[in-house]
């Protein structure tokens, strides 16, 4: 399960968007065949995509922009302290907490004050941002391909990007890659992430499970409690 989370939050939001060691990596759609990922002494991301499909302001942007600028933050080999803060100024605005917090606690989120929602949120999202800052050392090499892109609902306010995701082989043989879907909703103008699923598991699922554990445990304030001590032992893994 940490195996998964950490993907899950490698990938970026994408939650997983890879990275080089290059000045800038690149991202290139599938008409671009300049571009290798196995230059000598270089880890190169790609990122995929088909033509003309990742035009700005759609749902295949917003996933695709995000890998170059985990890209870019793996290349500039930047430190633990500027790295969370271009996560918190290029990452964390494409992402909807709010909305992936609610759906994590389920039918207990109404359980919570609004002092202690806001206090959730604030929580939750600093551990995801110091857990992706934590894994972006893990993501040189690795390739993210976008497949596809589809927008539904009623007002057309729903997407899902799918995508895949290579790590470096390192001698695995069974090295496959890896489905990443990604759902984003339509805020006002501005398509937002708010859940990822790495082989169909998704990460506000799996939180809804340890959320709602501690809370039969401990209640709201528990939950509070643990988010704080979490934020707390990956700061001080920096």
């Not at 990275?19 to 000598?40: E, G, I, L, N």
């Not at 949120?121 to 110091?130: C, P, T």
């Not at 082989?169 to 990604?182: A, K, L, M, T």
């Not at 759902?183 to 699923?197: N, P, R």
């Given at each position: 399960?940490?195996?998964?989370i950490t993907?899950l939050?490698?990938l970026?939001?994408?939650?997983?968007?890879q990275a080089a060691t290059?000045?800038s990596?690149p991202?290139?759609?599938d008409?671009?065949?300049?571009?290798?990922?196995?230059k000598?002494?270089?880890?190169v991301?790609?990122?995929?995509?088909?033509a003309?499909?990742?035009?700005?302001?759609?749902?295949?942007?917003?996933i695709k922009?995000?890998?170059?600028?985990l890209?870019?933050?793996?290349n500039?080999?930047?430190?633990?302290?500027?790295?969370?803060?271009?996560?918190q100024?290029?990452i964390?605005?494409q992402?909807d907490?709010?909305?992936?917090?609610?759906l994590?606690?389920?039918?207990?989120w109404?359980?919570?004050?609004?002092?202690?929602?806001?206090q959730?949120?604030?929580?939750?999202k600093?551990?995801?941002?110091?857990?992706?800052?934590?894994a972006?050392?893990?993501?040189?090499?690795?390739?993210?391909?976008?497949?596809?892109?589809?927008?539904?609902?009623?007002k057309?306010?729903?997407?899902?990007?799918?995508?895949?995701?290579?790590m470096?082989n390192?001698?695995?043989s069974?090295?496959?890659?890896?489905n990443?879907?990604?759902?984003?909703?339509?805020?006002?103008?501005?398509w937002k992430?708010?859940?990822v699923?790495?082989?169909?598991?998704?990460?506000?699922?799996?939180?809804?499970?340890?959320?709602?554990?501690?809370?039969?445990k401990d209640?709201?304030?528990?939950?509070?409690?643990q988010?704080?001590t979490?934020?707390?032992?990956?700061?001080?893994?920096?």
């Amino acid at each position: 399960m940490k195996k998964i989370i950490t993907l899950l939050l490698a990938l970026g939001f994408s939650s997983i968007s890879q990275a080089a060691t290059s000045a800038s990596a690149p991202v290139t759609d599938d008409s671009d065949t300049t571009s290798s990922p196995s230059k000598a002494g270089k880890s190169v991301v790609v990122v995929a995509t088909s033509a003309g499909s990742c035009t700005d302001g759609t749902p295949c942007e917003v996933i695709k922009s995000s890998a170059q600028i985990l890209s870019d933050a793996v290349n500039q080999n930047i430190s633990e302290k500027k790295a969370v803060s271009m996560i918190q100024n290029s990452i964390v605005p494409q992402i909807d907490f709010t909305i992936m917090t609610r759906l994590a606690m389920g039918a207990q989120w109404k359980q919570a004050t609004p002092d202690q929602q806001t206090q959730i949120v604030g929580l939750f999202k600093q551990m995801l941002v110091y857990s992706y800052t934590n894994a972006l050392s893990k993501l040189k090499g690795a390739q993210v391909s976008i497949s596809s892109s589809t927008i539904s609902g009623e007002k057309q306010n729903k997407a899902v990007v799918n995508s895949s995701l290579k790590m470096p082989n390192n001698g695995d043989s069974n090295n496959q890659p890896i489905n990443v879907e990604y759902d984003l909703a339509k805020i006002g103008s501005t398509w937002k992430i708010y859940d990822v699923k790495i082989e169909k598991v998704s990460i506000v699922t799996t939180y809804r499970t340890q959320f709602g554990d501690e809370i039969q445990k401990d209640g709201i304030n528990g939950l509070i409690a643990q988010l704080q001590t979490k934020v707390n032992n990956l700061k001080g893994n920096k």
